[in-house]
């Protein structure tokens, strides 16, 4: 079976570390399973995370070693432009995810890298905008945007890439109840249309939503 993620005796260490920040894993991550990485803080959840979508070593340095595949290849084999159409990620804080001026500019951001035909950005941006619930917002700069707003735009700015597998690194921890039942409707509703994904998250009830656990 050609797995959306698969780790073989994978663990990593940091520069100057004496140790591994996790002992070796074995897991595995099936297309359309939505799975909760589970485990105490400095675990390791987030940097598994940050492998798993080929930020480490590509941007931040780290010793690998055992095997970690993404659809059946390791991350570091893809292209960039590869790269974004496999996986996205979203992380804890949405502010280090936006910088354009609006909203619909926002989420073509990563289109226009790859250089999609301007009627097909079009469609998939208000696909995306829509899925969230902001396509009404498009034309606001993000500031103006709350914080739970912030957190489901920096959420189309990768859906609209279509990745075959979502990772969200703890990215309802800084809502509060209203934004984070938001994007767990949105969520929910990505997982009955099949999106494959890997979250973090410390609240049991909200990890109660996946197909099953990896604990780390």
């Known amino acids: 079976m050609n797995y959306a993620l698969e780790a073989k005796g994978f663990a990593l260490t940091y520069?100057?570390?004496?140790?591994p920040v996790f002992p070796p894993l074995d897991f595995t991550v099936?297309?359309?399973?939505?799975?909760?990485?589970?485990?105490?803080?400095?675990?390791?959840k987030s940097s598994l995370l940050l492998c798993a979508c080929g930020l480490i070593p590509r941007s931040i340095d780290a010793r690998?070693?055992?095997?970690?595949?993404?659809?059946?290849?390791?991350p570091t084999e893809y292209t960039r432009a590869e790269l974004t159409r496999a996986v996205g990620m979203v992380f804890q804080n949405p502010e280090t995810q936006l910088f354009c001026g609006t909203v619909e500019l926002e989420?073509?951001?990563?289109?226009?890298?790859?250089?999609?035909?301007?009627?097909?950005?079009?469609?998939?941006?208000?696909?995306?905008l829509e899925t969230v619930g902001l396509w009404a917002r498009r034309g606001e700069p993000p500031w103006r945007l709350s914080g739970g707003q912030k957190q489901l735009l920096a959420l189309a700015a990768v859906l609209v890439l279509r990745p075959g597998l979502l990772l969200l690194d703890e990215a309802l921890s800084q809502l509060d109840a209203q934004a984070a039942a938001r994007m767990m409707e949105v969520l929910r509703r990505l997982r009955g249309e099949g999106q494959t994904m890997v979250?973090?998250?410390?609240?049991?009830?909200?990890?109660?939503?996946?197909?099953?656990?990896?604990?780390?």
Request: proline share 6%.
């Open 107 to 128: 989420a073509a951001f990563g289109l226009e890298n790859l250089c999609v035909p301007p009627e097909e950005m079009r469609v998939r941006v208000r696909e995306a």
């Open 64 to 74: 690998l070693t055992g095997e970690i595949r993404l659809f059946g290849r390791n």
């Open 199 to 216: 979250f973090v998250d410390h609240d049991g009830v909200r990890c109660g939503f996946a197909d099953r656990e990896v604990c780390l």
């Open 15 to 19: 520069p100057g570390a004496a140790r």
């Open 30 to 44: 099936a297309p359309g399973e939505a799975v909760a990485l589970r485990g105490e803080s400095g675990a390791g």
